[in-house]
T-cell receptor
Framework: DPKIIQKPKYLVAVTGSEKILICEQY?????MYWYRQSAKKPLEFMFS???????DNQTASSRFQPQSSKKNHLDLQITALKPDDSATYFC?????????????FGAGTRLSVL | AQKVTQTQTSISVVEKTTVTMDCVYE???????LFWYKQTASGEIVFLIR??????ENATVGHYSLNFQKPKSSIGLIITATQIEDSAVYFC????????????FGAGTKLSVKP
């Protein structure tokens, strides 16, 4: 059974709409991350949280907002969607925020914006 | 800011041979961690191997090993006795110890292993 669940697996949206990407991890990890993968920028870091606290942010646009309701949840809300937002969004987690901690990735949500 | 560069876009090898994938990094931190991850055709991303900058000995896990050349800011991934199922995209990543940053990834190298 997958330990990091991302929902939905595929998502089609229209330009200007809003979507929420869901991520739940059942590894007992304390840190969670969002990465985006597209042809233009492979595995681009977006956000990271540790114990529900924002630790690192590389996303310039305020249209992307992480939401952490529980330690093992880190959702990603995207507003005013643009075709350029089309990508696969990967959620990841690590045991702790420490530097040596390796990442475990979810299967990704493939977003297509028309 | 940390930066990771993989210049090899794709590599093709015959199975059972050895392949090396290059990765160079930039950092101002004196201590950092280097990682290699593999993304299969299904999209799954898995961790392979890690090198701590303060360790002189190259890391080895199964048929994966690293060629860590600190003066050159280089961390090559070596796969020996390649198998068809090693065909995937391989990503190098770095995380600095003293900057509170998440890991950053290189662009990836696509490896094709052929019979």
């Amino acid at each position: 059974d997958p330990k990091i669940i991302q929902k939905p697996k595929y998502l089609v949206a229209v330009t200007g709409s809003e979507k929420i990407l869901i991520c739940e991890q059942y590894l007992g990890h304390n840190a969670m991350y969002w990465y985006r993968q597209s042809a233009k920028k492979p595995l681009e870091f977006m956000f990271s949280y540790s114990y529900q606290k924002l630790m690192d942010n590389q996303t310039a646009s305020s249209r992307f907002q992480p939401q952490s309701s529980k330690k093992n949840h880190l959702d990603l809300q995207i507003t005013a969607l643009k075709p350029d937002d089309s990508a696969t969004y990967f959620c990841a987690s690590s045991q702790d925020w420490g530097e040596e901690n390796t990442l475990y990735f979810g299967a990704g949500t493939r977003l297509s914006v028309l | 800011a940390q930066k990771v560069t993989q210049t090899q876009t794709s590599i093709s090898v015959v199975e059972k041979t050895t392949v090396t994938m290059d990765c160079v990094y930039e950092t101002r931190d004196s201590s950092y961690f280097l990682f290699w991850y593999k993304q299969t055709a299904s999209g799954e991303i898995v961790f392979l191997i890690r090198q701590d900058s303060y360790k002189k000995e190259n890391a080895t896990v199964g048929h994966y090993s690293l060629n860590f050349q600190k003066p050159k800011s280089s961390i090559g991934l070596i796969i020996t006795a390649t198998q068809i199922e090693d065909s995937a995209v391989y990503f190098c990543a770095m995380r600095e110890r003293n900057n509170n940053n998440a890991p950053r990834f290189g662009a990836g190298t696509k490896l094709s292993v052929k019979p």
